[in-house]
């Protein structure tokens, strides 16, 4: 199996790297629905991300909610061969980084993360005690293992927008309260999420998409006006609003992040391909 490198270089001297690229996955970086039509633009998109971290020292890297096994898993579902040098997966709580062929969790980043206690029994406590409060159910997205680093559950819609923002709010300061972090947004049913549903993910106060970008600017020197970043939905936004250079996926269904921010001219992969290399070419004016 070939493989290539967005980082035969991954581990690099930071001075030589100046510039960064930063992708969610779901619907930006992967379009689930990839068909043969796509192909074309997905390879033109990875021989140039290839070639510009081979040479014009620029680091990749995918920020997703998802987990690593679900990203190698729908990468290899339409035969990706380009690997960003990092892969922040479970909400930005986990970093790996592209090494000998094959991703290795960092230690240094792990460490950062759970530097503080963030336990199971404590989120559940906070949600019963919502539940209880409002009369609502939250489920959990999957079975949860020991030590994780994001905890996930479904809040399904009441109808009411409204009333769904009011009680999801409440949970988000309760929450605080509680000195534990919760961030919502709508799910995607493209990504394989519920119709009429709200994420609800718990993370250490040192995670997410913002602490993954400015962890990476930190540990290569990159400043905001160096960084180009792309997403599709309402979790991307913290990261966004913090750049320079933002742009969200024309083909989103986020209506409300897509009026906030500059659109892409095409969908998905061409998408993606036309504005990093207009941003490369900018950047070597």
């Given at each position: 199996?070939?493989?290539?490198?967005?980082?035969?270089?991954?581990?690099?001297?930071?001075?030589?790297?100046?510039?960064?690229?930063?992708?969610?996955?779901?619907?930006?970086?992967?379009?689930?629905?990839?068909?043969?039509?796509?192909?074309?633009?997905?390879?033109?998109?990875?021989?140039?991300?290839?070639?510009?971290?081979?040479?014009?020292?620029?680091?990749?890297?995918?920020?997703?909610?998802?987990?690593?096994?679900?990203?190698?898993?729908?990468?290899?579902?339409?035969?990706?061969?380009?690997?960003?040098?990092?892969?922040?997966?479970?909400?930005?709580?986990?970093?790996?980084?592209?090494?000998?062929?094959?991703?290795?969790?960092?230690?240094?980043?792990?460490?950062?993360?759970?530097?503080?206690?963030?336990?199971?029994?404590?989120?559940l406590d906070i949600l019963k005690h919502v539940s209880s409060k409002h009369k609502v159910e939250f489920i959990p997205q999957r079975i949860f293992r020991e030590n994780e680093t994001l905890y996930n559950f479904y809040f399904y819609s009441s109808g009411d927008t409204?009333?769904?923002?009011?009680?999801?709010?409440?949970?988000?300061?309760?929450?605080?309260?509680?000195?534990?972090?919760?961030?919502?947004?709508?799910?995607?049913?493209?990504?394989?999420?519920?119709?009429?549903?709200?994420?609800?993910?718990?993370?250490?106060?040192?995670?997410?998409?913002?602490?993954?970008?400015?962890?990476?600017?930190?540990?290569?020197?990159?400043?905001?006006?160096?960084?180009?970043?792309?997403?599709?939905?309402?979790?991307?936004?913290?990261?966004?609003?913090?750049?320079?250079?933002?742009?969200?996926?024309?083909?989103?269904?986020?209506?409300?992040?897509?009026?906030?921010?500059?659109?892409?001219?095409?969908?998905?992969?061409?998408?993606?391909?036309?504005?990093?290399?207009?941003?490369?070419?900018?950047?070597?004016?």
């Amino acid at each position: 199996a070939s493989c290539l490198v967005g980082s035969e270089m991954c581990i690099r001297d930071r001075k030589m790297t100046n510039r960064l690229i930063l992708f969610d996955f779901d619907e930006t970086y992967y379009k689930h629905r990839t068909n043969q039509a796509d192909i074309p633009y997905l390879k033109e998109m990875e021989s140039l991300l290839q070639n510009i971290t081979a040479k014009n020292n620029v680091i990749t890297a995918i920020l997703t909610g998802s987990t690593i096994e679900s990203v190698l898993q729908k990468m290899s579902k339409v035969n990706m061969s380009y690997k960003p040098q990092h892969i922040f997966s479970d909400l930005s709580s986990k970093m790996f980084t592209w090494n000998n062929c094959e991703y290795i969790e960092s230690d240094e980043y792990k460490n950062e993360v759970l530097i503080e206690p963030f336990l199971l029994e404590d989120i559940l406590d906070i949600l019963k005690h919502v539940s209880s409060k409002h009369k609502v159910e939250f489920i959990p997205q999957r079975i949860f293992r020991e030590n994780e680093t994001l905890y996930n559950f479904y809040f399904y819609s009441s109808g009411d927008t409204h009333l769904d923002k009011t009680i999801l709010e409440d949970l988000s300061q309760y929450s605080k309260t509680r000195d534990y972090t919760m961030t919502f947004n709508r799910c995607n049913p493209l990504a394989g999420d519920p119709e009429n549903a709200y994420d609800i993910n718990f993370t250490p106060k040192n995670a997410g998409k913002l602490y993954a970008t400015k962890f990476l600017m930190n540990k290569y020197g990159v400043p905001k006006e160096l960084i180009i970043g792309f997403g599709g939905s309402g979790n991307d936004e913290a990261f966004l609003s913090y750049l320079d250079h933002a742009m969200i996926m024309s083909n989103s269904q986020d209506e409300e992040m897509k009026s906030k921010f500059k659109n892409t001219k095409y969908p998905y992969y061409k998408g993606i391909y036309t504005h990093v290399r207009e941003f490369i070419e900018y950047e070597n004016v």
